[in-house]
């Protein structure tokens, strides 16, 4: 049987001359589908879903949209163009040319974080399978299954590499991928935040809001790779990322205008009101943020970290945006860490897990300015804030050191107290699980949560994104 590949598979990887990859794929392809059928989006399968696929890499030519089968959508293998002459950005082997292949020593190293990075990806879509039972809208819904495919396909990208670059070994670690489960008790994913359910489009939205954010720093940071294929693969998932924190943005952005409305018509902002009126109250959206934020913050390791260190040494793992800074060796250069003895002074190499996530966090602040904006010409004195790096912590010096969000030391005893005011509770938790009701009717949307400002592509919102038939 011969099979047009690429038709099936989208790709500018040459996968239609390339037998040794055809061979290993055409291996894997079906238990992707048998995973994405078993873990992936419950229901649905046979909808018609508007979605955009990747075709090419250019501007116009990367994203098509139209209406498909999910099992059909054509999962295809991008790598951003390749920079003619392009050197290696950073670490010891700063200045010489970047490679096409994996030097022999950093084999198992490189292996490693593909597998992470490729993990999070299914993982993501685990979490979120059940969603779409309970989408407030066709809009939304569209959404969350354009961000599974994509994540899908951010597999695949991962899959590809392992496949191409890292013989035997990789198939069986792409095999792998599939074999674990988010929140598996036996065989669970490997980041904590990639193992807690997504139950609720609430989770939903600050997951994409503050854990898809955190794809996009990792991905900036793995863009500037000495391993050329891998810096290319994933400058091209950016592309991708943009809509994801999109998603999370403007869904949170609407949880809030649909509650700053009821608390203008009942003239309150007490939870209690505002929750009888059917939104959510901002004391809660305060708590999950809470959640997805410091649980995000544990994906980028340790500040202090020797893997950080021998990554930017050798090529592997550059800061995000690597062109700002000016001292690309960093072999002199010392960093301030914050932990619960006091400033530590440590090599800047050993920071870099630190450096990475201050971005972040800077990032993240962006759009708690502007949800805040929203709050303020509504005419409240409330504002969001994100917690202190230090709070809720389990990775890196101050994990389980007990601190109130605004990062002062307290006891344990008042950590167990003070965590119900400032994390979501079961009841918290069960409220929002009962305003997780289904609207599926073309425009209209669920009463704890406002429509977007436009629809996708230039269609109107009320567009049947998704065709129940
Ligand atoms: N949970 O020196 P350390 C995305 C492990 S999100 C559990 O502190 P290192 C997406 C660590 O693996 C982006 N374990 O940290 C978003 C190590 O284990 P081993 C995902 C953790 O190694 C939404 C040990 O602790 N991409 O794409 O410098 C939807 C000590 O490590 C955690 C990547 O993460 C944790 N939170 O850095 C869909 C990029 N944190 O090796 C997708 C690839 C650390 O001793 N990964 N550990 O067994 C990496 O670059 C690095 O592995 C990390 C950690 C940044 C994660
Ligand atoms: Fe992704
Ligand atoms: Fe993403």
Not at 375 to 397: C, Q, V, Y
């Amino acid at each position: 049987m011969s099979i047009n590949y690429n038709d099936k598979i989208p790709n500018n990887v040459n996968l239609a001359n390339d037998r040794k990859l055809q061979r290993a794929l055409e291996h894997w392809q079906p238990h992707f589908l048998k995973w994405w059928d078993e873990q992936g989006p419950k229901d649905y399968q046979s909808n018609d879903v508007y979605l955009r696929t990747a075709v090419g890499v250019d501007a116009k030519g990367w994203a098509s949209y139209g209406h498909v089968k999910m099992p059909d959508y054509r999962w295809g293998i991008f790598l951003a163009d390749q920079m003619p002459e392009r050197k290696i950005g950073f670490g010891d082997h700063f200045g010489e040319p970047v490679w096409q292949q994996v030097p022999g020593e950093l084999r198992s190293q490189f292996r490693r974080i593909i597998v992470t990075q490729g993990d999070t990806e299914p993982a993501s879509v685990e979490q979120q399978r059940l969603l779409g039972l309970t989408c407030p809208s066709l809009y939304d819904l569209r959404n969350l299954f354009q961000v599974n495919v994509e994540e899908g396909r951010h597999l695949w990208a991962m899959v590809y590499l392992l496949h191409c670059y890292f013989g035997r070994d990789g198939r069986e670690e792409a095999e792998e991928l599939l074999a674990r489960h988010s929140g598996d008790t036996d065989n669970p994913r490997i980041l904590g935040t990639f193992n807690e359910p997504i139950s609720d489009w609430l989770s939903f939205f600050m997951f994409t809001y503050f854990t898809d954010r955190d794809g996009k720093f990792q991905l900036k940071s793995l863009s500037e790779s000495a391993f050329d294929p891998l810096a290319r693969t994933c400058r091209f998932m950016l592309t991708e990322e943009a809509h994801h924190m999109f998603v999370g943005e403007t869904g949170v952005g609407r949880v809030i205008k649909r509650s700053l409305e009821v608390m203008k018509e009942t003239g309150t902002d007490d939870p209690s009101i505002i929750r009888k009126n059917g939104a959510v109250d901002l004391v809660t959206i305060q708590k999950y943020l809470n959640f997805w934020f410091s649980s995000s913050l544990d994906l980028f390791g340790s500040e202090i970290s020797s893997n950080a260190a021998s990554s930017f040494a050798s090529g592997i793992k550059g800061r995000p945006d690597e062109g700002r800074y000016e001292d690309h060796i960093c072999n002199d250069a010392t960093y301030d860490i914050d932990t619960p003895e006091g400033t530590e002074q440590v090599s800047l190499r050993n920071a870099m897990n630190d450096v990475t996530r201050e971005a972040y966090v800077k990032d993240c602040e962006i759009g708690i300015k502007r949800w805040n904006m929203m709050i303020k010409r509504a005419n409240f004195d409330i504002t969001l804030t994100l917690p202190s790096t230090r709070f809720h912590r389990t990775i890196g010096s101050w994990a389980n050191v007990p601190t109130e969000p605004s990062g002062k030391s307290i006891s344990q005893t008042e950590y167990k107290n003070g965590i119900l005011s400032w994390l979501p509770t079961e009841q918290d938790r069960a409220f929002i699980r009962s305003l997780m009701q289904r609207v599926v009717e073309p425009g209209k949307m669920a009463g704890w949560i406002a429509p977007p400002d436009r629809g996708i592509n230039n269609n109107p919102v009320d567009y049947e994104y998704v065709r129940l038939k």
